[in-house]
């Protein structure tokens, strides 16, 4: 398996707070990405990353922001949760761009009140 | 823009049944087609894939054919088993930069003894 931990992987929050999730990797690949899952929806990429201090937006990244300081932490960052951002979060790896195959961590299930 | 379809769930068969899961896409170019596997409470993993027209994906009794005339990846596997139960993915990618995975939307599948 290849190594990737979430953090942390259940939390309950209220909407208007701020919330930070972490994503880290031990197999020094260069992109991460962060998806969320809903249903009906599969998963949508929120935001990703192709090196250190490097990051695009994806689909739905509206009310979200990344940072990547080092290689193998990538976080997301709701600013002021939302309850539409109620969900489960998923970040990936992968050593290139080019039709690699992206790992997936476990997941952290977000709730917003 | 680029979509995958699947077909609508929750889809249950007996053991030993034959499986067909449908996943039509849109896309510009040549994509990459993939099948994510996603067993209960973890992440998804790669089930496989294929980069080209005529490609087949196979691993784990699971086969897709890449068809470009019919935009279509359709998964199959001729003996299902109850471990198979989980929700399965379709995805596409583009051939260059960003590996931005694009799902479909998810088909829970259950297998009963």
């Known amino acids: 398996d290849a190594g990737i931990t979430q953090s942390p992987r259940h939390k309950v929050t209220e909407t208007g707070t701020p919330v930070t999730l972490r994503c880290h990797q031990t197999?020094?690949?260069?992109?991460m990405y962060w998806y969320r899952q809903d249903p009906g929806h599969g998963l949508r990429l929120i935001h990703y990353?192709?090196?250190?201090?490097?990051?695009d937006k994806g689909e739905v990244s509206d009310g979200y922001s990344v940072s990547r300081s080092k290689t193998e932490d990538f976080l997301l960052t709701l600013e002021s949760a939302t309850s539409s951002q109620t969900s489960v979060y998923f970040c990936a790896i992968s050593e290139s761009g080019r039709q690699e195959t992206q790992y997936f961590g476990p997941g952290t299930r977000l709730l917003v009140l | 823009g680029n979509s995958v379809t699947q077909m609508e769930g929750p889809v249950t068969l007996s053991e030993e049944a034959f499986l067909t899961i449908n996943c039509t896409y849109t896309?510009?170019?040549?994509?990459?087609l993939f099948w994510y596997v996603q067993y209960p409470g973890e992440g998804l993993q790669l089930l496989l894939k294929?980069?080209?027209?005529?490609d087949k994906g196979s691993n784990k009794g699971f086969e897709a054919t890449y068809r470009k005339e019919t935009t279509s990846f359709h998964l199959e596997k001729g003996s299902v088993q109850v471990s198979d139960s989980a929700v399965y993915f379709c995805?596409?990618?583009?051939?260059?930069?960003?590996?931005?995975?694009?799902f479909g939307q998810g088909t829970r599948l259950t297998i009963n003894p």
């Open positions: 896309a510009t170019g040549y994509p990459s």
């Open positions: 294929a980069t080209k027209a005529d």
């Open positions: 990353s192709y090196g250190v201090k490097d990051t």
């Open positions: 197999e020094n690949h260069r992109y």
């Open positions: 995805a596409l990618t583009q051939i260059q930069g960003a590996q931005k995975l694009v």
